[in-house]
Nanobody
Framework: QVQLVESGGGLVQAGGSLRLSCAASGRTFSNLVMGWFRQAPGKEREFVATIRRIGDLTLYSDSVRGRFTISRDNAKNTLYLQMNSLKPDDTAVYYC???????????????WGQGTQVTVSS
């Protein structure tokens, strides 16, 4: 089992930027596919982005593509999500998650962090 801890959330104005981090421990980080998901108030949790083990391939949801960048540092056991041009619709709790497969399907992610709140004001 891998333990995941997110950080970096906060309050930002529309058009601003934030970088989320996710620190992993308990398993070899470089063996894991990593993803970011988010859950807005009153909505179901949704896929945001995912990255392969060595960071050579990424996938994004249509709503964030071109604004968000997922990356990882396997030497530091850390996953990142750089969020630019933030919109009020990006307001949500953001979760990092680990999987053995490169997929956008939530059910394939078996380990989850506790989440970090991102609030974008208009």
């Amino acid at each position: 089992q891998v333990q995941l801890v997110e950080s970096g959330g906060g309050l930002v104005q529309a058009g601003g930027s934030l970088r989320l981090s996710c620190a992993a421990s308990g398993r070899t980080f470089s063996n894991l596919v990593m993803g970011w998901f988010r859950q807005a108030p009153g909505k179901e949790r949704e896929f945001v982005a995912t990255i392969r083990r060595i960071g050579d391939l990424t996938l994004y949801s249509d709503s964030v593509r071109g604004r968000f960048t997922i990356s990882r540092d396997n030497a530091k056991n850390t996953l990142y999500l750089q969020m630019n041009s933030l919109k009020p619709d990006d307001t949500a709790v953001y979760y990092c998650a680990a999987s053995d497969r490169f997929t956008t399907v939530q059910a394939m992610y078996r380990s989850w962090g506790q989440g970090t709140q991102v609030t974008v004001s208009s």
